[in-house]
């Protein structure tokens, strides 16, 4: 099969946004998430880096940042609190409620060095789950959960509905 791209044909129509293509999230953590909280939530927001090895995932808007004690990573998609609630990789589930949404916390089961905690909260028909990652430090001042706790609270105001 070939597919040719060059031509003069006219395209007529408005521009579909960012974010909000059938089965894409329309949070994208990279683009929605300001500096100043990035900062408040201590890391850089220099270090900015999209998708995973800058390779996008159908149905996920995917960003990281590193700080000097941890790396953030906002996932943002299309999946339901069911189905991460419902996912065999994750273990560990601890109910919560941030600012009136459904929300949990809970660990990758590969994760036996219990580094990194996941907090997910409902958004938009969809989740965002908000990863700390403390293999960054020398030593570990507090537990990744708490951390990821206190991060996704400062994040979910700026998280839509």
Not at 25 to 30: A, E, L, N, Y
Not at 81 to 86: K, L, P
């Amino acid at each position: 099969m070939v597919l040719a791209g060059c031509g003069s044909e006219t395209v007529a129509g408005e521009a579909e946004a960012v974010g909000t293509g059938v089965g894409q999230p329309v949070f994208s953590p990279c683009d929605d998430i300001p500096d100043e909280a990035l900062r408040t939530v201590g890391v850089d927001p220099a270090t900015e880096s999209k998708d995973i090895l800058g390779a996008k995932q159908p149905g996920w808007e995917i960003c990281r940042w590193n700080g000097p004690e941890h790396i953030l990573r906002v996932f943002s998609t299309v999946r339901t609190m069911d189905e991460v609630r419902s996912n065999e990789q994750n273990t560990d589930f601890a109910p919560l409620e941030l600012g009136g949404r459904d929300a949990v916390s809970y660990r990758e089961v590969a994760d036996t060095a219990r580094e990194t905690c996941d907090i997910a909260f409902a958004s938009g028909g969809g989740t965002v789950l908000v990863r700390i990652n403390t293999s960054l430090g020398d030593s570990r001042a507090e537990e990744p959960c708490a951390i990821a706790l206190q991060t996704a609270t400062e994040l979910e105001p700026i998280v839509p509905r």
